[in-house]
């Protein structure tokens, strides 16, 4: 539909008279000549600081350089070095402009040397020029443009907030006054931007064959004998009038293929370096921006993840006002939709609701925007339940580039309408732009784009949608370690603008009004593609599991952060004031430690460090707020009180503190032994009302049940009997056998263990703790037998097996739990890991036919193929799963749950479970550590629709929290639905203090008439439907007493705010 190379831009062209022999004269090179003297000749005197002073040490203003930090010293930059890494110097100088400067252009050039980009371990400063936070300095950003004419006697004081960065030891300072030649420069960018273009074109294309005799004739024109004289300006402005008259007037005008640029800078809030660290780069990174829109009036910058601009606003609230001043003038742009970047793998459907809560709400409150854009140019997947948490958050349309980094399949297109597990669908668009040089038959596109003609053309010829669109989107800025656009880059675009024949026609615009513009031109089109189901990346799938602890650091506080919103909000109806602000501030820490170098696993270990002490901070306040409540409800008294946060009646075992034995009664006599497992005891406790309470006497001195229900369980030699299953050990103290009795059918494949830990050699080609390659299983090692295999516990409850096993350098100790009362088999599992490029993974090879496995995500579960049958299905050697992994067959499954794990394998019917992956780069110690998780072996008859398996993955996750010492209270619920494929998930109170959320989700992929109903005695005032941002979708729903009836369609996530009377 748009073919820019195949036809001529104008009518312009004139034929060169050496025909052929043209190509042999190396025009190209011969202005490239050109423009790099006349490069050098823009620095017409440079005038280096000899009077440097410093002080070591952090400081955020020059106010506080001046109150605090000793001495200053001098720094002679002749002599002197200054040393890193991980260190924060200021340095100070000063500068008069002299008598012979008066009226010329001066810049500050700042450099220490360093060549290398990587411009998150180098030397970064933050410019301070007379107490002003001015500009970041870094890589890429060496010049401050001080004045276009100096006047005589001006006096700047230079202060530099400087970090060393974290690669080297030791830098120079050079800080010079250079006077520029600014005609010189615009000169050179006329010449060198159309010349770019040409690494991108043919050598016989009409459209680079009429530049390159333009540009020649221009360059003829040029008298560069003696720099800087009358008859050098006379033609600087001759060759400047021809090329206006010709490359940027008859030739130019050309738009049938368009570049939106946008302004941008990605900043990682944490990865090679520290979330503290973030601050300052935040701090530099925005202070460049403001610098260049005062230089640039065109110059349009976007900006994501509301974090940042919260660290601003706490450090340099001043720079924060500058800011929301360019947004009021619409050249500012907040967008992007969450909080921050977060990974969408591993992080819960409710947590993904509060990223966009929050992250939305400040935009609105603090700029008065609506964000419409999910931004997640660098997030290692996307999970299939986005597109309906998207929708039902006001947030229209999705980017990424991240799925260009897939290792073997490439995307079939780039502008796509991506449907989630229940339908919903999103406008999604890819950028497309490229490195400069880049090969186009690379899958890598980048959203730390150049612009520059090279990377602008090169976007277009990877762009694979040019039969419905001929506008591509580039967000161009140096990123990840934040920097942002260049001097260069605004340069190229005054002239790419001006739409050069051959180059894509670029403009400056938001990225809201290109989505809006692009959706607009082919939302009606036949040929606009459709993806349905998760956006999975074949990459980077030991994000899964790096770093164990930290992810199930954030598994348990976003359960307990659920937990205690519940309690304050019954809390709340009997009058105890909910610390709200407490509440957000802790949210705020949790979706702060689920951007997407965090939680993955892909951090140093400085960054883990700080994120241990922030979750055992949160356990510790989450547990005093439980506390406090369950007092509220519970009373004081010889009692125990068992609550129940799921939203369902629960049966469940519950761990009981150290103390309470003989058996539990509840109001009904019915007695439910308790068992002694040494500092805990145990007990199944049946009919936990939904999100509710049940109390329990206890019966310590006549605890004892009857013989015959004393130990249900017969242990002899290397077989167990359980009321469910009859189970064999082999030699090594894994299962060879599971019979389950009530199914009559054996779960394990034959002659193939349950239960193998395998270690792995892993060794990716790249990137180390992110990558697990398919070429892992190569060599691999089972864990031995056990050094110690002892039965330690046999009761009325539960059997006990407890195993120590030893590998290299490692121990796994495992205590197996067999119940009495459910069929579920729990591994409770301690680790202490010492090795390093190695997997460690659990397997159960289960008797299942089937070709596909079902996996537990946010507000729902999908199937991914276990077979190999196209290059799409290995690539899936590895997937992330939530909860929950289960294979079935027509009426029997298997499932295995987990309480804190994400990575999964499934191949010829064994399910395999990565535990720990201590890779080396970027952190040489992940996971050297003690870890704890449990895992269990969920055996059901009937499909996965038919069972439990949801349920139960609630329970391993979700404790039934206890109160002893507690009153007798009547059993009770607050709230429960009478459908069992509708998970009654989330009760909070609304953000705006008016009435309760709640929020629920169906997950058999059924169509369902439900009802809810709140329980001890509440009734409903008024009940509304609303999105997952609490405003009011639709009428009220007529309620009938305390309950209300709905209809949720399959995989919905429904929430309704609710006023209780």
Known sequence: MFNLYGAFCSSFFITDKRGQEGKMWYLDKRVQVICDELKKLITVKTMKFDKIRYKEGLFFYPREVQENGGEWREFYPEKMKWYGPDRHYWFQAEYTVPEELAGQALRLCVKTQIEEWDDGKNPQFLLFVNGEATQGLDMNHRLVHMTEAAAAGEKWRFDLQAYTGTLHAEFDLILEMQQADLRIEKLYYDLVVPLRAFS????????????????????????????????????????????????????????????????????????????????EKVARSFATVLKLMEEYPQYRFMSSQPQLYQFLKERYPDMYERIKARIREKRWEPEGGMWLEADTNLTSGESLVRQLFYGKKFFREEFGTDSRILWLPDVFGYSGALPQIMKKSGIDYFMTTKLAWNQIDKMPYDTFMWKGIDGSA????????????QSEEDFFTTYNGMLHPDAIIGGWHRYQNKDINNDIL??????????????????????????????????????????????????????????????????????????????????????????????????ALRGMQTPAEELERMWKVILLNQFHDILPGSSIREVYEVTKQEYGQLARKGGELLSERMHLFAGEGDCVTLFNTTGFTRNDIVRLPEGICGALVDADGTRCPVQSLGAEAVVYAAGLPAKGWKSFYIDRENGKPDAARSVPFVQEGNMLETPYYRILFDDDGMFSSIYDKKNRREILKPGRPGNRFCMYEDKPMNYDNWDIDIYYTEKSWDVPAPVRMEWTACGPVCAVLEQERRISNSRICQKIYFYADTPRIDFETWVDWREHQHLLKVHFPVDVHTDEASFDIQFGNLTRKVHTNTSWDMARFESCGQKWIDLSEGHYGVSLLNDCKYGHSVRDGEIGLTLIKSGIEPNPAADQEEHVFTYALYPHSGSLRECDTVREGYCLNFPVHTHADSAFQPEASFLSCDSKNVMLETVKEADDGNGIIIRMYEYENARTQATVSFGMGYEIGQVQECDLMEETQGGDIVPEGGSFRFEIRPYEIKSYRVVLK
């Not at 005008?253 to 900043?267: F, Q, R, S």
């Not at 959706?519 to 770093?547: A, C, I, N, Q």
């Open 474 to 571: 580039v967000a161009f800025g140096y990123g990840d370690g934040g920097g942002g656009p260049t001097r260069e880059m605004l340069e190229t675009a005054k002239r790419m603008e001006k739409g050069i024949c051959g180059i894509p026609k670029v403009r400056q615009e938001f990225s809201r009004v290109y989505f809006d513009e692009l959706y607009e031109r082919v939302k009606d089109s036949r040929r606009l593609p459709v993806w349905e189901g998760e956006l999975y990346f074949e990459y980077h799938r030991g994000t899964y599991t790096s770093m164990g602890r930290n992810k199930r650091a954030n598994r348990k506080s976003e359960i307990l952060m659920m937990d205690v919103e519940l309690l304050c909000t019954l809390a």
């Open 426 to 437: 999103v406008f999604t668009h890819l950028i497309t732009t490229l490195g400069v040089g």
């Open 200 to 279: 991108r074109m043919e050598k016989d294309d009409r459209n680079r064959m009429e530049l390159e005799r333009v540009l020649n004739e221009a360059v003829n024109l040029l008298d560069l004998r003696t720099p800087y004289s009358e008859d050098f300006y006379q033609s600087i402005r001759a060759a400047e009038q021809y090329l206006e008259k010709t490359v940027y007037g008859d030739m130019a005008g050309c738009a049938d293929v368009v570049a939106t640029c946008i302004g941008h800078t990605h900043i990682d809030v944490a990865w090679w370096w520290t979330v503290a660290q973030t601050r």
